[in-house]
T-cell receptor, first 108, second 113 residues
Framework: KNEVEQSPQNLTAQEGEFITINCSYS?????LHWLQQHPGGGIVSLFM???GKKKHGRLIATINIQEKHSSLHITASHPRDSAVYIC??????????FGTGTRLQVTL | EPEVTQTPSHQVTQMGQEVILRCVPI?????FYWYRQILGQKVEFLVS????????KSEIFDDQFSVERPDGSNFTLKIRSTKLEDSAMYFC???????????FGEGSRLTVL
């Protein structure tokens, strides 16, 4: 069983839709990261969370430590949001353990 | 905005050849990492580096791999004798603190023929 599970694996949405991507993890963590991987392969950090909720523009990330669950929300989605969104966790320190990613396609 | 830079962006090599992938982390960062992503698979941890030594490595990081910070700015990953299964995208990342936000480079795509 993967330590970090994401759902859905693939997601297609129309422009303007509200999008939710979920991440569950099975181990104790010190922080959870949401990352965006562009079609060209580059990875950008979106959020790092250890509790509560963070917002940046149209992106919102929440985490429930007791439930071992996090969500990434995109409001008013746009075709430029099309990418792979990856959840990854820190266990204590140092390395990240990655989920398999959610491929998002936003169409006009 | 400061960024992590990686070179080359793409390298094609023959099996058995040595490859060096280079990274310039963000200047005030103290922790450095290499990750890899085989095509179609998830990103995997290879090695972390702090205070001029390896702090953690995965089972993937066998004797064929080595890392170095030769001059205080570059951070290199060497694969001594490449195998077909080393074909992947290799990402360098850095952070100021060991649980801080990670900054990734754009990746180096290695193709082993």
């Amino acid at each position: 069983k993967n330590e970090v599970e994401q759902s859905p694996q693939n997601l297609t949405a129309q422009e303007g839709e509200f999008i939710t991507i979920n991440c569950s993890y099975s181990v104790g963590i010190s922080a959870l990261h949401w990352l965006q991987q562009h079609p060209g392969g580059g990875i950008v950090s979106l959020f790092m969370l250890s509790s509560g909720k963070k917002k940046h523009g149209r992106l919102i990330a929440t985490i429930n430590i007791q439930e071992k669950h996090s969500s990434l929300h995109i409001t008013a989605s746009h075709p430029r949001d099309s990418a792979v969104y990856i959840c990854a966790v820190n266990r204590g320190a140092s390395k990240l353990t990655f989920g398999t990613g959610t491929r998002l396609q936003v169409t006009l | 905005e400061p960024e992590v830079t990686q070179t080359p962006s793409h390298q094609v090599t023959q099996m058995g050849q040595e490859v060096i992938l280079r990274c310039v982390p963000i200047s005030n960062h103290l922790y450095f990492y290499w990750y890899r992503q085989i095509l179609g698979q998830k990103v995997e941890f290879l090695v972390s580096f702090y205070n001029n030594e390896i702090s953690e490595k995965s089972e993937i990081f066998d004797d064929q791999f080595s890392v170095e910070r030769p001059d205080g700015s570059n951070f290199t990953l060497k694969i001594r004798s490449t195998k077909l299964e080393d074909s992947a995208m290799y990402f360098c990342a850095s952070t100021w603190g060991n649980t801080g936000e990670l900054f990734f480079g754009e990746g180096s795509r290695l193709t082993v023929l």
